[in-house]
Nanobody, 115 residues
Framework: QLKLLESGGGAVQAGGSLKLSCVVSEFSVDRLCLHWFRQPPGKERKEREMVASIDALNRIRYADSLEGRSTISKDNVNDILYLQIDDLEFGDTGMYYC??????WGQGTQVTVSS
């Protein structure tokens, strides 16, 4: 069964950068529509918001909040999805999840932005 494992989160000062990774097992990333979602503090699972996506044709979308300061990419050889976020803001704080076809989810990695 397809499995996803995120890493790379942490506590970062505002203005800093992070690169999140999501290792995909049992399936090739080049055949999937992959998303990064953020669940802000105090919000429920159903309130997760899509922040970036890349599909099997490498079409990319970003949420307005990340447009211009983030990059989603994937390593088709090692089946890893990435999300680079620069110039981090307090509003970027939350649990970040990767999802495949919006059906398979990882356990998440926490990002906390502080002053």
């Amino acid at each position: 069964q397809l499995k996803l494992l995120e890493s790379g989160g942490g506590a970062v000062q505002a203005g800093g950068s992070l690169k999140l990774s999501c290792v995909v097992s049992e399936f090739s990333v080049d055949r999937l529509c992959l998303h990064w979602f953020r669940q802000p503090p105090g919000k429920e699972r159903k309130e997760r918001e899509m922040v970036a996506s890349i599909d099997a044709l490498n079409r990319i979308r970003y949420a307005d909040s990340l447009e211009g300061r983030s990059t989603i990419s994937k390593d088709n050889v090692n089946d890893i999805l990435y999300l680079q976020i620069d110039d981090l803001e307090f509003g970027d704080t939350g649990m970040y999840y990767c999802a495949a076809d919006v059906s398979f989810w990882g356990q998440g990695t926490q990002v906390t932005v502080s002053s």
